[in-house]
């Protein structure tokens, strides 16, 4: 029922900024809070950020509260990741997702994308 595809994401150094996209199939992406998760070798996926479906309320996890900004254009049904001062640490597959709410930044989520890989050098 719902298509979510990432882009954006490539070979970065450190310091530098990505913006990552997810465009997202359906009329009704507007009426659900979207949010973006990172999934690093050997690792659990984590949550990153998210924002509610009218783009008002927003939740970072802390290592990306002061660097990454998510958004929403919902005329577009694309969210995005600004993601500055970038780290070697941010490296992994960054996977949007659609909260299962207007407003359940914190989830759950029922719909996920297939990722776009954030690769940070230092």
Known sequence: QVQLVES????????????????????????????????????????????????IITKYTDSAKDRFTISRDNAKNTVYLQMNGLKPEDTAIYLCARSRTPTGVTGPYDYWGQGTQVTVSS
């Open 8 to 55: 954006g994401g490539g070979l970065v150094q450190a310091g530098d900024s990505l913006r990552l996209s997810c465009a997202a199939s359906g009329r009704t992406f507007s009426s659900y809070a979207m949010g973006w998760f990172r999934q690093a070798p050997g690792k659990e996926r984590e949550f990153v950020a998210a924002v509610s479906a009218t783009g």
